[in-house]
C-alpha cells in the first residue's frame, strides 16, 4: 500500500522540488502541479499530486504521528 504523505517545497528547479518529507530531503517530480518554496503539498509515489494549506498539511502530519505513535513505529 502506498500512502500520500505532505511535505514542505524547499526548492524548486525547473520540474523537480526539494521537499522536507517527514524530517528527510527528497527530490518529487513537480510537473503536474505549480508550486514554489514554502507551499506544502502532497506527494504520491513520487510525484507531486496536490497543494494543500498549511493548516489542512499540519493536521494530515499530526494525524500521521499520532498513528505512528499508536503503533509503535516511533520507537
Known amino acids: 500500500m502506498c500512502l500520500a504523505?505532505?511535505?514542505k517545497v524547499l526548492?524548486?528547479?525547473g520540474s523537480v522540488a526539494t521537499l522536507d518529507l517527514h524530517g528527510?530531503?527528497?527530490?518529487?517530480d513537480a510537473s503536474m502541479v505549480s508550486v514554489k518554496p514554502g507551499d506544502?503539498?502532497?506527494?504520491?509515489?513520487g510525484l507531486i499530486v496536490q497543494t494543500l494549506d498549511?493548516?489542512?498539511a499540519l493536521e494530515r502530519l499530526?494525524?500521521?504521528a499520532d498513528?505512528?505513535?499508536e503503533s509503535g513505529l516511533d520507537a
Not at 528527510?24 to 518529487?28: C, E, G, L
Open 24 to 28: 528527510r530531503q527528497v527530490k518529487a
Open 54 to 56: 498549511e493548516e489542512e
Open 62 to 64: 499530526r494525524i500521521l
Open 67 to 69: 498513528g505512528e505513535t
Open 11 to 13: 526548492l524548486v528547479e
Open 40 to 45: 506544502f503539498v502532497v506527494v504520491y509515489a
Open 5 to 7: 504523505i505532505p511535505g
